[in-house]
């Protein structure tokens, strides 16, 4: 659904978006990641056709940005920061508004903004004036908006930006509710914790070149190594006669517990756990050391600007 071979920007003497290479999948939900200005969203107003590139080219929906910049706007939803709702309207009139940019029939316009209203759970309130809606209502109907022409492909710059907790959730939910085997979402978001609950895949961008892309296992893997897993005992016990397995390295040990660094854990845990059996104490807890999204993502921005500092 989407593709880009060393797509790049330049404003004058600043490259902005520096060789990007994506392939999303349909069904998928890409996360850009990145600091503000690192490019993500240079890359999503080149994605809409909304930007020419300098270099390099981008398909959406199987349309060129630049020979099919018509049809490639035609086949994406967009929900900005800022998403420009109309305060004075009903959702009703909104939804209908936007229908009518896209073309859409009267009968279709009216079936689809029935059909979201209640999909989005707006039914009850679609007559009241916007300027009345609560942070999370908005931003249920900009997301909405963006799908009243049902797009292939959705993009989402910071879709719970400033929101309550509540709120946020609510629209975290309806994201992944839209993800279907024939439409794929792009998201970008300083939010690590919602893209591990979302993402299939995710790309780490910094002065406009992606870092490293990939699925959350995928960058854990590279970046943090194998994984480690922290064995505890009832009580003490004797390390001696224990014979760890092939792939399964020793990191620390203590009177009542163990950790070790794992390579291959579908392969080496069974045969680990069956060594422990041996062990005359009993065996209290067997698992995995949190890795998070923002474990990988700290780590991978230090080292790019630890490189930045040797040059």
């Not at 890359?43 to 020419?52: H, N, S, Y």
């Not at 929900?79 to 940019?101: N, S």
């Not at 963006?146 to 959705?154: I, K, R, T």
């Not at 998201?187 to 790309?203: F, R």
Request: aromatic share 6%.
């Amino acid at each position: 659904m989407i593709e880009t071979q060393d797509l790049g920007k330049q404003f004058h003497d600043f490259m902005a978006v520096d060789g990007v290479n994506l392939s999303v999948q349909p069904g998928q939900i890409l996360a850009l990641l990145g600091q503000n200005g690192a490019g993500k969203t240079t890359t999503v107003r080149m994605l809409t056709a909304l930007l020419q590139p300098s270099r390099g080219w981008a398909r959406v929906a199987g349309y060129d940005v630049v020979k099919k910049g018509h049809d490639v706007r035609a086949s994406v939803g967009v929900l900005t920061e800022q998403h420009g709702l109309y305060m004075r309207m009903t959702a009703i009139e909104y939804l209908d508004f936007f229908g009518q940019v896209y073309s859409l029939s009267p009968s279709a316009r009216k079936m689809r903004s029935e059909n979201l209203l209640d999909y989005f759970g707006l039914a009850e309130a679609a007559k009241r004036r916007i300027g009345e809606y609560s942070k999370g209502m908005r931003q249920k109907l900009a997301l909405a908006r963006a799908m009243m022409h049902e797009p292939g492909v959705l993009l989402l710059d910071e879709p719970t930006s400033a929101m309550d907790p509540e709120s946020a959730r609510l629209v975290r939910d309806e994201i992944a509710r839209l993800k279907s085997s024939s439409r794929t979402i792009v998201i970008c978001s300083h939010n690590l914790t919602e893209v591990e609950a979302l993402a299939d895949k995710i790309a780490i961008i910094y002065r406009g070149r992606i870092l490293i892309q990939g699925s959350l296992d995928e960058l854990k893997r590279q970046v943090l190594g194998a994984p480690e897993y922290e064995i505890k005992f009832a009580e003490a016990w004797d390390a001696r006669g224990v014979q760890l397995p092939h792939g399964v390295e020793t990191v620390s040990v203590t009177p009542t517990s163990l950790k070790v660094r794992v390579e291959a854990p579908g392969d080496a845990n069974p045969q680990l756990l069956k060594s422990l059996s041996t062990v005359s104490a009993p065996l209290l807890a067997f698992q995995e050391e949190t890795r998070t999204l923002e474990q990988v993502y700290l780590k991978v921005m230090a080292e790019a600007k630890g490189r930045e500092y040797v040059q």
